[in-house]
Structure formats: structure tokens, C-alpha cells
């Protein structure tokens, strides 16, 4: 009789468990792995590469001489001349003298020689009466010698803002002017005047038309295959807007809208930002290589580059200083003292108001790092 009563008193325990265990949620996903520490920090030092340039508007990394180094362009907006340094002493090189008031240039390989040919763009003016100028710039048997400059197109309009681009095999040259003439009042544009997207076709460089939709001061010009099917894709960002304009295989361009501007009278409208590192920078698909590196350029004035600026840092109106900041992802420079002890000669001297500095990390000395 006891061992009956046990058995059914335990059978009845056991009964109510399973019912409690069942009206309890299933267990959730196990929780992720815990993320592995973070190394230290990567060191970055600051190397004065020129002095004495007037007006900083830009820099362009750019193998000038297939020696498998990145240099830089440092163009000056009041600078009479376009400058490149050669990596790694930062060797000046003039590029030329031909091109007054020098507002943006864009570098690429277009004839595959190994040697980029360079779009600049020249001879920019707030008068919107001065007509802009676009010209491709061409080395010689030695790229620290005098480039060539061709113009390739006048515009009646201010010239602002070029860039490469690449659909398939073929590299084309975008050009963005800031306003027309046809402005009334400038950058206020109150009557609403179209601002044309050109483009250009090597060896030829005619003028084509991308677009004529946009209205009013056209600023920010992006390269970007936006749309991820392999093809340049052209962003601008203006009064209207942010638009994406894409080549489609059947040789027509289309333009769509990524976001639109403030609806305000202008010049108020929040299309103008040209937040460009957010646009580019959300599509990028993995961290940094062991052998990669970061750089960040300094120029005045420094209102668009994040984070306080140099102590060495002048006033737009008068000389810039521009700092290069660099490490690799392990925070290791790999030496280059072997590779270049026998620097090139400098051929063509840039203007004395200009000088270059070789790199020295703080607490370093010596040649090339």
C-alpha cells in the first residue's frame, strides 16, 4: 500500500514539473560572442610637407612617376603654381605655371602608360561673368619636368569641381560648375538658373551633357558605383539635393534622387552640405589590411575637417600649412631608408615662397621612414 502511495504521489510531482516546464518560452539564441580586445592604438605623427603655399583648397595622392610610392598635389587656389611631392622626402616638383586661380583637380591613368594624366579645372571666379576653364594636364619623358597643359573646354560659367570615372574599360572626365552666368545675383540665384553636368571622352574630350535638371549652386561631385553593379555612378549635392546619375548600357544617362534639399527660398537650402566622407565612407566593405594606411590632410581653412585643427594652421588668406598624418593598421611604418637612398634630383625649382620638408617622426632622425 506505501509503495502504491509513493508511486502515485511521485507520478503526480512528475506531472506537475512537465506542465510548468511547458507553459515556459522556449529558450532564446545563446548570446553572441564576446568581442576580442582591441590592440592599441596606431600612432600617427604629423610631417610638414610644404610651407608657403597660399589659399589650400586640395590634395590628391597619386603615383606621379610608376615608382609604386604615393605622392601628393597640393594645389593652392592663389598659388601660381601647381606643385607635386615626390614620396618619400617630399621633393617639390613644379607641374606648371599656366593656370591662374586653380579651384579642383582629379588624377587617372587614361592612356595606361602609367603615368596619370591630370583634369584641372582653372580660373575660377565668384563673377559669375568670368567664363571657367577645364584643361587635361599631360607628363613628358620625365614627370619632374614642366607638364603639358591642353584646354579642352571654356565654359560660361564658373568652373568648380572634376573627377574621374570608370564604366567598363573606359575612363571619362565629369566636370560640375558651381553656378551659370545666367545668375542675376551669384550664389543667391533667385531666379532659379539650370546648372549643366558635363562629362568628357578621351583623347577627343568634346563636351557632353549629363544633365540639365539641377537648379541654382551645384557643390559636392562624388565618384561612386552606387548602385553596386560595377559601373561609376556620379553623386552630386546642390541647393535641390543629393542625386545620383548613372551611364546605362544603352549609352543614355538617368538621374535620381538620393535626398532632397530644404524647400526654403535659397540660399538656405540644406542641399548644399557636402558631407561627402558619410556618402562614401557607409559603402565601404571592410576595416584596414595589416599593410594599409590612413592619411588625413590638414588645409586652410579647416571648417570641413573634423577634430581640432593644427597649432601650425594659417589663415586662408594668407599661407597654408599642410601636415600628413599616416600609420598603418598595426601601427608600423615599414621602412623605406634601403629602397631610396639615392633620391632623385629635383629639376624644376618651385617658387621661393614655397619649401618642402623631409619626413621626421617626432623623436626620429635620420633619411626616409
Same mark, same amino acid.
Given at each position: 500500500m506505501r509503495v502504491r502511495t509513493y508511486v502515485l504521489t511521485t507520478a503526480a510531482a512528475l506531472a506537475v514539473s512537465f506542465s510548468v516546464l511547458a507553459q515556459q518560452p522556449p529558450p532564446g539564441p545563446p548570446p553572441p560572442p564576446a568581442a576580442p580586445p582591441l590592440g592599441p592604438p596606431a600612432p600617427f605623427y604629423p610631417h610638414i610637407v610644404a610651407t608657403g603655399l597660399r589659399g589650400?583648397?586640395?590634395?590628391?595622392?597619386?603615383?606621379?612617376?610608376?615608382?609604386?610610392?604615393?605622392?601628393?598635389?597640393?594645389?593652392?587656389?592663389?598659388?601660381?603654381?601647381?606643385?607635386?611631392? #615626390?614620396? +618619400?622626402?617630399?621633393?617639390?616638383? !613644379?607641374?606648371?605655371?599656366?593656370?591662374?586661380?586653380?579651384?579642383? %583637380?582629379?588624377? /587617372?591613368?587614361?592612356?595606361?602608360?602609367?603615368?596619370?594624366?591630370?583634369?584641372l579645372a582653372?580660373?575660377?571666379?565668384?563673377?559669375?561673368?568670368?567664363?571657367?576653364?577645364?584643361?587635361?594636364?599631360?607628363?613628358?619623358?620625365?614627370?619632374?619636368?614642366?607638364?603639358?597643359?591642353?584646354?579642352?573646354? #571654356?565654359? +560660361?560659367?564658373?568652373?568648380?569641381? !572634376?573627377?574621374?570615372?570608370?564604366?567598363?574599360?573606359?575612363?571619362? %572626365?565629369?566636370? /560640375?560648375?558651381?553656378?551659370?552666368?545666367?545668375?542675376?545675383?551669384?550664389?543667391?540665384?533667385?531666379?532659379?538658373?539650370?546648372?549643366?553636368?558635363?562629362?568628357?571622352?578621351?583623347?577627343?574630350?568634346?563636351?557632353?551633357?549629363?544633365?540639365?535638371?539641377?537648379?541654382?549652386?551645384?557643390?559636392?561631385?562624388?565618384?561612386?558605383?552606387?548602385?553596386?553593379?560595377?559601373?561609376?555612378?556620379?553623386?552630386?549635392?546642390?541647393?535641390?539635393?543629393?542625386?545620383?546619375?548613372?551611364?546605362?548600357?544603352?549609352g543614355k544617362w538617368t538621374r535620381s534622387l538620393i535626398t532632397a534639399g530644404n524647400a526654403e527660398e535659397w540660399p538656405r537650402a540644406a542641399g548644399r552640405a557636402t558631407s561627402w566622407s558619410a556618402v562614401s565612407t557607409a559603402r565601404s566593405s571592410s576595416p584596414p589590411t595589416s599593410r594599409s594606411t590612413a592619411t588625413r590632410w590638414w588645409s586652410t581653412p579647416t571648417r570641413a575637417a573634423p577634430g581640432p585643427a593644427p597649432p601650425s594652421t594659417t589663415s586662408s588668406t594668407t599661407r597654408t600649412h599642410w601636415r600628413w598624418w599616416t600609420a598603418t593598421a598595426t601601427g608600423r611604418r615599414k621602412s623605406s631608408r634601403a629602397a631610396h637612398v639615392a633620391r632623385p634630383v629635383r629639376r624644376v625649382a618651385p617658387s621661393p615662397a614655397c619649401s618642402s620638408t623631409r619626413p621626421t617622426p617626432p623623436g626620429r632622425s635620420g633619411s626616409a621612414w
Open positions: 589650400g583648397y586640395q590634395v590628391v595622392a597619386a603615383d606621379m612617376n610608376q615608382d609604386g610610392k604615393v605622392d601628393l598635389i597640393g594645389l593652392g587656389s592663389q598659388n601660381p603654381e601647381l606643385i607635386w611631392y #615626390e614620396n +618619400p622626402y617630399w621633393t617639390p616638383h !613644379v607641374i606648371t605655371r599656366e593656370a591662374p586661380r586653380m579651384v579642383n %583637380l582629379a588624377a /587617372a591613368d587614361v592612356d595606361r602608360d602609367g603615368i596619370p594624366e591630370l583634369a582653372y580660373e575660377f571666379s565668384t563673377n559669375r561673368q568670368n567664363a571657367g576653364k577645364i584643361g587635361i594636364l599631360k607628363a613628358g619623358k620625365d614627370p619632374r619636368e614642366l607638364w603639358t597643359l591642353t584646354q579642352i573646354d #571654356e565654359l +560660361p560659367m564658373t568652373s568648380h569641381r !572634376v573627377r574621374f570615372l570608370t564604366i567598363g574599360n573606359q575612363t571619362l %572626365l565629369v566636370s /560640375a560648375p558651381i553656378i551659370t552666368a545666367e545668375s542675376t545675383d551669384g550664389f543667391t540665384n533667385s531666379n532659379h538658373t539650370v546648372t549643366p553636368l558635363h562629362a568628357y571622352r578621351p583623347p577627343a574630350w568634346k563636351r557632353e551633357t549629363i544633365s540639365e535638371e539641377s537648379k541654382g549652386v551645384v557643390h559636392g561631385l562624388l565618384i561612386s558605383d552606387w548602385d553596386g553593379d560595377g559601373r561609376d555612378d556620379v553623386i552630386t549635392a546642390g541647393y535641390m539635393g543629393v542625386f545620383v546619375h548613372s551611364l546605362g548600357k544603352d
